[in-house]
């Protein structure tokens, strides 16, 4: 692919590191000016009764805040890379309730041609129990998944 070629990128942020570095690598090596991002976020989803309705609402702002906040660190992020502000959407979801999935459907929503996302290393252990959203991904995307494993700079 030429750099002249329009690449819908997504790219799943989620205020980690290994989100960060992430975000960081594309921005250093695989960027393209003509590339549009789709910086996703799943957010865990949070249930209470109703009968918690001030909570709720507290509850909503917080997140609200959380959101603004990601959204302009990500952007002064892509600034300091001569990256377009205009170029950059925003996604924030807590449904469906598994990152993995909402990652895949993003995906596919957004008609990307690459999901880049940070991976934690968890144990050959870890994964066999727990599962793992970057593997999952891989699995399910229907398109190339680029994991970036966090480089532990000294």
Known sequence: MTSSTQRRVLIAID??????YAFEYYCKHIHYSTDTLFLFHFMDPVSMSSDLEESLRELYDIKEAYMDGLQR??????????????????????????????ICS?????????????????????????????????????????????????
Do not use: Q
């Not at 596919?108 to 727990?130: F, Y």
């Not at 995307?141 to 494993?149: D, K, N, Q, S």
């Open 106 to 154: 993003a995906a596919k929503n957004s008609e990307s041609h690459l999901v880049i996302m940070g991976c934690r290393g968890l144990s050959k252990l870890k994964k066999a129990l727990i599962g793992s959203v970057s593997d999952h991904v891989i699995r399910h995307a229907g398109v190339p998944v680029l994991t970036v494993p966090y480089a532990h700079h000294k």
């Open 15 to 20: 205020g980690s590191r290994n989100a960060d």
């Open 73 to 102: 660190i990500f952007v002064s992020k892509a600034s300091k890379y001569h990256i377009n502000k205009d170029r950059l959407h925003f996604h924030f979801t807590c449904d469906p309730p598994e990152p993995g999935k909402a």
